[in-house]
């Protein structure tokens, strides 16, 4: 296509010839091609506006065009259905990462079990625990948790994923009845009782704690609205569950950094395990908050409409 674009100049605008070819361009969400966007509509606004020798003309046509196109002092390519499209392609992307992020973790912890069969007191984790590991409850909660933690971490994170929904329902259900088994039955009655021998002190102590009840809390709601087919419902505990779950990937980060940084050792730790968590849940809160704005906004206004 070969279109003229007017450029300005230092007395006025001038035209100038370009040869334009239109493109395509692909974006990819959720496993499915999302036809774009930005050039194609580009092509279509040059081909439709730029077809006058008067710029002038040209860009006062340009402004009337089409209010998803163009606009004076304002300019917008694309439609408000394209950008939908186009924040779903980056959401597809970063959640990509997120994941590669928390299965490369989790293989990581998986890969330290060397150090625990058998418990090797020497160095890693368990450095130092062989005055109270066998003689108490922390052995038992021990071998419960990192059996029970990395199932669940591998098992909930494909449950987030809408192809497998729509692709395998019974798979989602089996991965999800295996997330719920391994986290009520074994990672969070585990944290529970290493929390009382935490490192961290108090501090720790009441974060692991509160972070088993919660999590044991959270996961049987999300089971309970499966089973009633509240399915908006059972999403949102279920991330509030994972969301859980996942600040043992988050902690490794944390904790390293803010060590690098000069924070000493225990005082390190003990805003890690906090920080691991808390964010991430008031995060999710506000971000359910406003979405569900416009739509309790909406039923208000039903309802003051219905009384008149």
């Known amino acids: 296509m070969h279109v003229v674009l007017p450029m300005a100049g230092a007395l006025g605008y001038e035209c100038r010839h370009v040869s334009f070819r239109p493109l395509r361009v692909t974006g990819f969400t959720c496993g499915t091609q999302c036809r774009a966007i930005v050039l194609n509509r580009f092509a279509r606004f040059c081909d439709w506006v730029l077809t006058t020798e008067d710029s002038r ?55 330290t079990f060397g150090w625990y069969f058998p418990p090797n007191f020497q160095g890693g984790f368990l450095a130092g625990r062989d005055s109270y590991f066998w003689r108490s409850a922390y052995g038992i909660g021990f071998y419960l948790h990192i059996i029970g933690a990395p199932i669940a971490l591998l098992t909930g994170l494909p449950q987030f994923s809408r192809l497998l929904l729509r692709a395998s329902p019974r798979l989602h259900r089996t991965l999800g009845k295996t997330y719920a088994l391994s986290v009520l039955l074994a990672a969070a009655p585990g944290g529970f009782i290493m929390g009382f021998w935490s490192r961290g002190g108090v501090p720790a102590m009441i974060c692991f704690i509160a972070m088993s009840l919660l999590v044991a809390v959270f996961t049987v709601l999300a089971w309970r609205t499966a089973l009633q087919r509240r399915f908006e419902s059972h999403r949102k505990w279920m991330t509030r569950s994972y969301l859980v779950m996942i600040s043992a990937v988050l902690l490794r980060l944390i904790d390293p950094a803010l060590r690098r940084s000069g924070v000493p050792d225990e005082l390190s730790y003990q805003i890690s395990v906090w920080l691991s968590w808390v964010p991430s849940l008031v995060i999710f809160e506000v971000i359910e908050r406003m979405r569900n704005a416009p739509m309790a906004q909406h039923e208000n206004s039903g309802r003051a409409q219905a009384l008149r």
Do not use: E, K, N
């Open 57 to 111: 003309s040209t860009m006062a046509r340009a402004a009337t065009f089409d209010h998803r196109i163009f606009t004076i002092g304002q300019l917008s390519v694309i439609s408000r259905q394209d950008i939908q499209l186009i924040f779903a392609a980056a959401r597809a992307w970063l959640s990509g990462l997120v994941a590669l992020v928390i299965l490369a973790i989790g293989l990581r912890i998986v890969s």
